[in-house]
């Protein structure tokens, strides 16, 4: 299917969709419907979400299409799919993970149906349609993207113009956009830098795009070990609170918390500390990330040491977050606390430095 008639069709408005024109860039050609299709998927999304909301007082929420299985309570699509390759690689018995594979999908077929029946009763079918249609169309577009590797200086900075919207626009980078990122980086640094003979050859345009390319080579250079570190170190982060609060226990498919402990406790408020000190990072390595881009257009220095003292910095606080949850005492704690008060003044100290509290 044509991306721009799936894109109009998502749409659905009486006037008939813009068309994009076609640029002689292919990469950015496909960062135009990217945008397209995350714009359409976004209106009707609001538009379904607006329209479940009026008639939710007569015909009740509609139902999800999710399903209780083990120790997860609400789960569907793939995610099905993978909870039986876990539990198969897991050792479990495979008869058994096959007769609860197959209960599975019966239920989630029936949550499905369920949905579809609320839609009729509801008169939102054509527009449910419509949002399927729309999010099939972006997971294409967003396919397509992944794929692109640059050729050109223009394509290297659309990808990474439409990282940076992303970023800015969920605070997150999922591992796609860091592998898109690292082409483009790539592409940029094997661009540069430009023999004399290849100057004088090209074109006064070329030359600036040139120019800019290599201003961005520079500013990301060396960022894609330093953006996979960060989110590594950000998923550490969330596994080591779930071990300072201990194990969650499931009943019928309903997550029950494990009873509070005062050790318990100390590790979870401890962990919140560094949590906030996380997100802190977080927002400037957002902002680096912007000012990286900005640079590399105005000829500015490049950022990529800075942002190695930012993993320096949340490397020595997760060093503090291991030493509370493996002590779990109150000295540790201290010191912690102490380091979170000081933020500025430890930064140049690693967690080793610390005074011995065992």
Known sequence: ???????????????????????????????????????????????????????????????????????????????IEAMRERLLAAGEDPQMVEEEYNAARKRYRAAIQAGKAWDKRADLEVLTRRAEASRKEFAACQDALKALSPSTSEGAL?????????????????????????????????AVPLSAKQSIDRDQMELLKAREGEGLAQAFRGLESDICDLTRMARLAELQLQKAIGDLRYENGICVEAPDTEDAELATFAVSLLTEKVRELEGEWYRLFNEGVAAARNGGPPVAGRLRELVERWLMH???????????????????????ATWSAHASHSATDLPDTS
Request: glycine residues 4%; hydrophobic residues 45%.
């Open 1 to 79: 299917m044509n991306m721009m008639t799936a894109i109009s069709t998502a749409i659905a408005s009486p006037t008939a969709a813009p068309t994009l024109a076609a640029s002689r860039v292919p990469e950015i050609d496909v960062v135009d419907r990217y945008r397209c299709a995350k714009a359409a998927l976004q209106q009707v999304s609001i538009e379904l979400d607006d329209a479940h909301e009026k008639v939710s007082d007569i015909h009740g929420h509609r139902p999800a299409a999710l399903i209780a299985w083990r120790n997860y309570s609400a789960i569907g699509g793939s995610e």
């Open 158 to 190: 659309s990808l990474l113009d439409v990282i940076r919207e992303n970023v800015e626009g969920f605070e997150s980078i999922e591992p796609w956009e860091i592998s898109l990122l690292a082409k483009a980086n790539r592409f940029l640094q094997s």
């Open 318 to 340: 997760q060093e503090l977050c291991g030493l509370i949850i493996e002590k779990k005492a109150a000295a540790p704690f201290r010191v912690a606390s102490r380091s979170f």
